[in-house]
């Protein structure tokens, strides 16, 4: 039961931004949209969250269209170390043992 | 910085062994999780605690038990290793404020 949808892969130049996109249609009203990143061989990274408002962090922008079906993730300024699969989770914050459930993600190579 | 440290990098074990895995936050988090990352499979959800001595079974129990004496440290436990179990395994602590996970580096445990 996939709550969200991302491409499989894509491909970004190292230095230009990577819009990073996810279909979420059937979010909850009280559901947050979380980005993680896996590097290869190590754990999950926390990136950034939001309910509906547009977020920003050191790391990332986070984009929620207006009907919350929908949102991209922005990295601004891509480097070969953004290589990484990234995943986008929908989730109620607050409840215990709240899990974090992986799609299958999308693959980002940065390239030179 | 949260720290989210797991007791091995590699582990090599027999069937039928009884297998100790360590996982210690350094953030005073409320939350603890294991999980086990497997090929095609995504994150599942083995345990979590939400305070010392507290747990709950997640979606893959079978085969583990845990510990959680101290705040900061939640162990896992295979009471006989078997070549199912063989796979990543990944320790998170989750803040109570934004309910963002954080994790370990992860264990690779294979069972011959």
């Known amino acids: 039961d996939a709550k969200t949808t991302q491409p499989p892969s894509m491909d970004c130049a190292e230095g230009r931004a990577a819009n990073l996109p996810c279909n979420h249609s059937t979010i909850s009203g009280n559901e947050y949209v979380y980005w993680y990143r896996q590097i290869h061989s190590q754990g999950p990274q926390y990136i950034i969250h939001?309910?509906?408002n547009n977020e920003t962090n050191e790391m990332a922008s986070l984009i929620i269209t207006e009907d919350r079906k929908s949102s991209t993730l922005i990295l601004p300024h891509a480097t070969l170390r953004d290589t990484a699969v990234y995943y986008c989770?929908?989730?109620?914050?607050?409840?215990?043992?709240?899990?974090?459930?992986f799609g299958g993600g999308t693959r980002v190579l940065v390239k030179p | 910085d949260v720290k989210v440290t797991q007791s091995s990098r590699y582990l090599v074990k027999r069937t039928g062994e009884k297998v100790f895995l360590e996982c210690v936050q350094d953030m005073d988090h409320e939350n603890m999780f294991w999980y086990r990352q497997d090929p095609g499979l995504g994150l599942r959800l083995i345990y979590f605690?939400?305070?010392?001595?507290?747990?709950e079974k997640g979606d893959i129990p079978e085969g583990y038990s845990v510990s959680r004496e101290k705040k900061e440290r939640f162990s896992l436990i295979l009471e006989s290793a078997s070549t199912n179990q063989t796979s990543m395994y990944l320790c998170a602590s989750e803040e109570g404020l934004r309910y963002e996970q954080y994790f370990g580096p992860g264990t690779r445990l294979t069972v011959t």
């Open positions: 939001g309910l509906k």
């Open positions: 989770i929908v989730r109620v914050a607050g409840a215990a043992g709240n899990k974090l459930t």
């Open positions: 605690s939400y305070d010392v001595k507290m747990k």
